[in-house]
């Protein structure tokens, strides 16, 4: 199991569920809805943040970048800008 290493130095087990959710939150944050997409790109993004997981896990912001990095890989520059709070 992926250790996520938070902000606060609080570790929680990794869950694919919460990169989905988020991801869906900026969709609709930018006027779309595409819950299958959502799933797909949060895989996308587990497979983008692999080479900087640690023997202690990964930190928070590293899959941040993954998440903001992916959504523009995609061509989801809009749903990309909600993410990092520009809508």
Known sequence: ???VINR???ITDFT???ISDTIMRAFLAADMQDAD???LLALRVTADFQERI???GIHT????DSV?????QAGYEEAARAYRGEI
């Open 37 to 39: 997409m959502a799933d």
């Open 61 to 64: 912001e590293d899959i941040q």
């Open 1 to 3: 199991m992926i250790q």
């Open 16 to 18: 694919l569920t919460k």
């Open 8 to 10: 606060n130095g609080e």
């Open 54 to 56: 640690t023997e202690d």
């Open 68 to 72: 903001g990095k992916v959504l523009l």
